[in-house]
């Protein structure tokens, strides 16, 4: 069974500063990993996805991610944080193998908290 | 800036009563995802559609809900009766053909059952 971790329920971070959020997931087969965000009252948005290649993946608004397969992460990252990326993070998490349908499990998302 | 669309937005209603909710994907998506999202659950799918055919709907409690797609252009998904435990936030999301992961949400159906 797939599974995803998010173990921050909330990040707090000074704007200009770098931020990470952090993700780690489980899989039986290799992995699709995906970052999404969700900003009050307002649906999910799609930020980046890791599929395969390049283990640091660039995705909207200046965020990017890592994927690090040995430590079964794909940490959340943005050099200069601003105030407007506060708002709820979500990782996602598909088994590749999972070729006849897309369930795709998230995590239970982590607030970013980005003080001026 | 196409969007996928859900009504109601909000939707208060009493225990036993039906309640639909509907969903407009995105022109062209031909994958929709019904999602229900609650502080201690997260993020559940509840079912999903390819080109209209239901793919999954093991999410979904099978004696009261019921999702479908009548047509292209229309996702719903009913309750009925509804229950005080179906108390959240209802999400709908679309995705293009050929790139099935990157759904597109749209805003939501808050539901309150009292």
């Known amino acids: 069974a797939q599974s995803v971790a998010q173990p921050e329920d909330q990040v707090n971070v000074a704007e200009g500063n770098p931020l990470t959020v952090k993700c780690t997931y489980s899989?039986?087969?290799?992995?699709?990993l995906f970052w999404y965000v969700q900003y009050p009252n307002r649906g999910l948005q799609f930020l980046l996805k890791y599929i395969t290649g390049d283990n640091l993946v660039k995705g909207s608004y200046g965020f990017e991610a890592e994927f690090n397969k040995s430590q079964t992460s794909f940490h959340l990252k943005k050099p200069s944080a601003l105030v407007s990326d506060s708002a709820l993070y979500f990782c996602a998490v598909r088994d590749m193998r999972d070729t006849g349908g897309f369930k795709t499990i998230f995590g239970a998302g982590t607030r970013l908290f980005v003080k001026a | 800036d196409a969007r996928v669309t859900q009504t109601p937005r909000h939707k208060v209603t009493e225990m036993g009563q039906e309640v639909t909710m509907r969903c407009q994907p995105i022109?062209?998506?031909?994958?929709v995802f019904w999602y229900r999202q609650t502080m201690m659950q997260g993020l559940e799918l509840l079912a999903y559609f390819r080109n209209r055919a239901p793919l999954d709907d093991s999410g979904m409690p099978k004696d009261r809900f019921s999702a479908e797609m009548p047509d292209a252009t229309l996702a719903t998904l009913k309750i009925q009766p509804s229950e005080p435990r179906d108390s959240a936030v209802y999400f709908c999301a679309s995705a293009p053909t050929g790139n099935y992961d990157e759904q597109y949400f749209g805003p939501g159906t808050r539901l309150t059952v009292t």
């Open positions: 899989v039986s087969g290799n992995p699709y």
């Open positions: 022109l062209g998506h031909n994958t």
